[in-house]
Structures are given as structure tokens and as C-alpha cells.
């Protein structure tokens, strides 16, 4: 029979705070939840009780994290108070050196002794494992690929005559016969007009190029979105 069955026949264990010796396989502490203990050996080696749900991202939604929550925003932690987190994060493949830390991956640190740091997940958004698009390469987890815009594209066309003057000057207005479409645009002047009433022999004319003309722009590239508090169950 399952710990959870035998817990739910005889009672759960409660208790108000983590033991540090196994009074069951499974037991309960209020702002905790449920604990499971746990004994690894080797990378990451923890002997104790953890939650079961340690080490799952928590899309917060407090201004303050809860008991069981910790926020994912670069800071530090004890490798005492939250040693089962720590060792579950060595367990997983997800710690790299103090030197190889950077914000936007789900990467822990190993900072000294006493603290290791939590990965900084703001202004980040989520995706699942799979290929990368451009690469073809598997995405690993934890691993950040920065922001990147859809190709646009965009073509000029024009006479004879105006082909080799896009940059330059058309001989007359009906002359700039040059089409552009996509993000590129056409820009025709008008004669320049001299002090004694005449006007240039020439039409200036430029090219101009606008992704806001084919796709929404902004600052940044992103997806749609709705912010969260990037946090982890402890």
C-alpha cells in the first residue's frame, strides 16, 4: 500500500516544522504541504524530507512569494536553509560555476560555501524543450535563446532608366518610374527651383525601409504576453 494510502487509513503525520529524522515516507507541514523523504547519494547527495513538488517553476501571483516559493530574480540562498532545493538543482544538471552564471537561464550557481545563487528569470519568457528552429538542434532545459524577428522582405523594381538611379536622381518626375513594396518605400522630391526662376534639370529621389509598414514594431522583439512573478517551489 502507498505512504499516501497508509496516511489517509492511520492519519497524517503533521507537523510545524521539518523534522530532521524520518518519522514517515510521507508526511505534512502546514505552509509546506506535503514532504517526501528523500536519500540520494552521489551528485547532489541529500538525506532528509523535501516537497514534493521542489524545484517546479511557480508562475507567482503575490506581490510576495509564498511559504513555499522562492523568487527565480538572481538572489541568493543558503545551502543550509534551503538544502534540499540545492541538491535537488545538483540532481538535475542544473548548477554551473559562480564564473558561467547569467541571468535569462534556468541555471543555479555554486557561489561558495554557504550560498548558491537562484537563476534570474525576469523579462524572459517560456517555452518547451524541442528543436531549435534556425539550428535544428534539441533545446536543452535551462537553456536561453535570445530574442529574433521573422524575416521580412521586401524587393524595388523600376525602368531601365531608374534602376541605376534609385539612390541617385530621376531626369524628370515621370521618369522616377521605380515601384517598391514590402518594407521599402520611395521617397521623390521636386525640382529644385534657382533664383532666376528656373528649375534643376533633376527629380531627387531616395529609398526609405519601414518593417512598421509590413509588422507591429516596438523597442523590443517579443511575443504576446501576460507578466508573472518568476518564482520555484522550495
Known amino acids: 500500500m502507498s505512504a499516501l494510502a497508509d496516511s489517509i487509513i492511520t492519519g497524517p503525520m503533521f507537523f510545524q516544522a521539518i523534522p530532521a529524522e524520518k518519522a514517515a515516507a510521507l508526511i505534512f507541514v502546514p505552509g509546506l504541504g506535503w ?11 541529500f538525506k532528509g524530507y523535501r516537497t514534493l513538488r521542489c524545484g517546479a517553476l511557480e508562475f507567482g501571483t503575490t506581490t510576495v512569494p509564498r511559504s513555499y516559493e522562492a523568487d527565480l530574480v538572481g538572489g541568493l540562498a543558503s545551502k543550509t536553509a534551503q538544502a534540499s532545493l540545492w541538491a535537488w538543482a545538483q540532481q538535475n544538471g542544473h548548477v554551473v560555476a559562480a564564473a558561467a552564471w547569467t541571468a535569462k537561464e534556468f541555471k543555479f550557481a555554486d557561489v561558495d560555501d554557504t550560498y548558491f ?3 534570474d528569470l525576469r523579462n524572459v519568457g517560456t517555452r518547451f524543450t524541442g528543436t531549435n528552429a534556425d539550428t535544428a538542434s534539441a533545446r536543452g532545459i535551462g537553456s536561453y535563446q535570445s530574442d529574433a524577428l521573422q524575416n521580412i522582405t ?6 531601365p532608366s531608374g534602376v541605376y538611379q534609385f539612390l541617385g536622381e530621376w531626369a524628370s518626375a515621370a521618369e522616377a518610374t521605380a515601384a517598391a513594396s514590402g518594407a521599402f518605400g520611395l521617397s521623390v522630391g521636386t525640382r529644385a527651383t534657382f533664383p532666376d526662376g ?12 519601414d518593417a512598421s509598414r509590413v509588422a507591429r514594431t516596438a523597442t523590443e522583439t517579443r511575443h504576446a504576453n501576460t507578466a508573472f512573478a518568476p518564482r520555484i517551489h522550495i
Not at 521586401?154 to 525602368?159: D, M, N, Y
Not at 528656373?198 to 525601409?209: H, M, R
Open 35 to 45: 514532504l517526501e523523504w528523500v536519500e540520494v547519494t552521489g551528485t547532489g547527495a
Open 117 to 119: 545563487r537562484l537563476p
Open 154 to 159: 521586401a524587393s524595388l523594381s523600376g525602368s
Open 198 to 209: 528656373s528649375n534643376s534639370s533633376s527629380v531627387a529621389a531616395g529609398i526609405t525601409f
